[in-house]
């Protein structure tokens, strides 16, 4: 198979879809890999390691669309990109289509083949593509949030692990998933006040044993959310329904009971956030205010750590690039229900749930669309 690797163009978007070292295993597979030049230039890896490895390195992304049975991409494809593709090509990225009607759109209009990384499943449970890359931006939602809550920066001037005797800021967090646990390793390790609000038992169990009297959980309801987010300095909203838009938990009223000076920072921005309030920013301008509270929510957090995170995902997509490559896209997801369950758009068919839901889409099963 011919694999293309276009350079991201979100912008401040600087994480690559391969490294070399994936270009190294697809040649040793037999497959053939165009990268764009300057792709990875962001994170360090440059042309001549792409060519060493075995990659063709070519000057515009539309040689690579053009070319390529299957796109390797980060982040979903930009309108330019999305103008590109063509029926039957396999695009294997990041999409978060439910809050994104013109992605879908245009996606359906493309007959491509459209599987997203956020979708896919993993043997022993949970979203093994997702994983890294919320270990990432969890961790970073402290650091973001710990940075917004200086004066300078709108803040109400609070250092997040406090001093002897002043107390540390209370950091509340909506969700103790894989976003939400890592926020909290890096909020409790500098020292906060840490809650984390969560729906299931087993889940609040395992926080429990994790951290101990360092966390406290608390059973995520209406009232908690209220009470806990208006007495917190920073709110972590770290909610996740796989390939849904993200509940609205964070009310405009509510934010206008916040304190004066608090932040919020919305992990959840890819689904559409999980405040009412929030709205996409970059890492160019990546806060606003609304009611005296600071919002953070860029879209592509991970990225401001580009080099750790482009390692970190390609070490998870890898192993699901070479079987799509190896098996060709249909026989790869007939044989494997959990790259299937990446599947979200199969030739101008909707073939995930939650998002033909969210945008009012009439749903194809994926199996069915396969063998159509």
Not at 174 to 198: K, N, R, S, T
Not at 254 to 270: C, F, Y
Not at 293 to 302: I, K, L, R, T, W
């Amino acid at each position: 198979m011919l694999i293309g690797v276009p350079k991201e163009i979100k912008p401040q978007e600087f994480r690559v879809g391969l490294t070399p070292t994936g270009i190294r295993e697809l040649r040793h597979h037999g497959h053939e890999v165009l990268v764009e030049s300057r792709a990875g230039e962001g994170v360090g890896l440059t042309d001549e390691a792409y060519r060493n490895a075995g990659a063709e390195i070519v000057d515009t992304p539309d040689e690579i669309f053009r070319r390529a049975e299957m796109i390797v991409k980060v982040k979903e494809p930009q309108a330019v990109e999305r103008r590109m593709l063509r029926d039957g090509q396999v695009l294997f990225t990041y999409l978060h289509l439910a809050p994104d009607p013109d992605q879908t759109r245009d996606l359906l209009a493309s007959g491509a083949i459209c599987i997203a990384y956020e979708t896919v499943t993993g043997a022993r449970g949970g979203l093994p593509l997702l994983a890294p890359m919320s270990q990432v931006a969890g961790r970073m939602s402290i650091q973001a949030g710990a940075h917004c809550l200086e004066k300078r920066q709108g803040g109400m001037g609070l250092l997040l692990g406090g001093v002897p005797g002043v107390a540390p800021a209370k950091v509340v967090i909506i969700g103790g998933g894989m976003v939400g646990q890592h926020a909290a390793v890096m909020a409790a390790g500098a020292g906060a006040d840490v809650a984390i609000l969560e729906k299931n038992a087993e889940t609040m169990q395992a926080i429990d044993n994790r951290f101990g009297a360092r966390v406290k959980t608390l059973y995520s309801s209406r009232g908690s959310i209220e009470d806990e987010v208006t007495q917190a300095d920073l709110v972590v909203g770290a909610v996740l329904v796989p390939g849904a838009a993200a509940p609205k938990l964070i009310t405009r009223d509510l934010v206008s009971q916040m304190k004066p000076g608090s932040v919020i920072v919305d992990v959840a921005i890819d689904q559409g956030g999980c405040a009412e309030t929030s709205h996409p920013t970059t890492h160019a301008d990546p806060t606003f205010e609304v009611d005296g509270v600071v919002h953070y929510c860029v879209a592509n957090m991970p990225g401001g750590v580009a080099r750790t995170s482009t390692f970190a995902l390609t070490n998870a997509t890898l192993p699901f690039v070479v079987a799509l490559a190896d098996k060709g896209a249909r026989r790869a997801m007939e044989e494997d229900p959990h790259l299937r369950n990446g599947l979200n758009v199969y030739r101008g068919s909707i073939t995930c749930q939650a998002v033909a839901e969210a945008l009012h889409y009439d749903y194809v099963e994926p199996l069915q669309a396969l063998a159509a």
